[in-house]
């Protein structure tokens, strides 16, 4: 197995080679390879869609997104090399996150969030009580 680097200066093993994933009967023929890179757009156009319209509704959004984009993957250069760095992006911010500083920093942003936002609350229920300003008395 040999390596080559990618654009970020990391080195990528070449049995993870970029491109077509259609099987070896459709790659034979160029007009049933176009028909096959369509469909797997089309597929995964409507994943990432979905996934679009799952955002502000409850439900896995970014998980459709990202499925989508491994659809998309199967077939286009593009998608492959947009993944790998997502990829990297996460493992990133996991390793991050396992840091004690910035775990002891966010534990104190977040604590301070919540003060806050019960201070907030407190204030509002000393000033109206438990009715609401527009309901009528």
Same mark, same amino acid.
Request: hydrophobic letters at 50%; charged letters at 20%; glycine letters at 10%.
């Given at each position: 197995?040999?390596?080559?680097?990618?654009?970020?200066? +990391?080195?990528?093993? *070449?049995?993870?080679?970029? +491109?077509?994933?259609?099987?070896?009967?459709?790659?034979?023929?160029?007009?049933?390879?176009?028909? $096959? #890179?369509?469909?797997?757009?089309? /597929? %995964?156009?409507?994943?990432? !869609?979905? %996934?679009?319209?799952? =955002?502000?509704?409850?439900?896995?959004?970014?998980?459709?997104?990202? %499925?989508?984009?491994?659809? $998309?993957?199967?077939?286009?250069? $593009?998608?492959?090399? /947009?993944?790998?760095?997502? #990829?990297? *992006?996460? !493992?990133?911010?996991?390793?991050?996150?396992?840091?004690?500083?910035?775990?002891?920093?966010? =534990?104190? =942003?977040?604590?301070?969030?919540?003060?806050? =936002?019960? +201070?907030?609350? +407190?204030?509002?229920?000393?000033?109206?009580?438990?009715?609401?300003?527009?309901?009528?008395?």
């Amino acid at each position: 197995m040999t390596a080559e680097s990618d654009e970020s200066g +990391g080195v990528v093993a *070449k049995d993870s080679r970029l +491109g077509s994933r259609a099987p070896a009967f459709v790659k034979k023929s160029a007009p049933l390879h176009q028909i $096959w #890179r369509v469909g797997v757009f089309v /597929v %995964g156009l409507a994943v990432v !869609a979905g %996934g679009v319209l799952l =955002l502000p509704l409850p439900g896995p959004g970014w998980v459709v997104i990202f %499925g989508g984009m491994a659809i $998309w993957a199967t077939e286009f250069v $593009w998608a492959q090399r /947009v993944l790998r760095w997502t #990829r990297r *992006k996460v !493992a990133d911010a996991a390793r991050a996150a396992l840091d004690p500083r910035v775990r002891r920093r966010n =534990l104190l =942003l977040t604590a301070a969030g919540v003060i806050a =936002l019960a +201070g907030l609350a +407190g204030c509002y229920l000393w000033q109206y009580g438990l009715d609401t300003p527009w309901a009528d008395s």
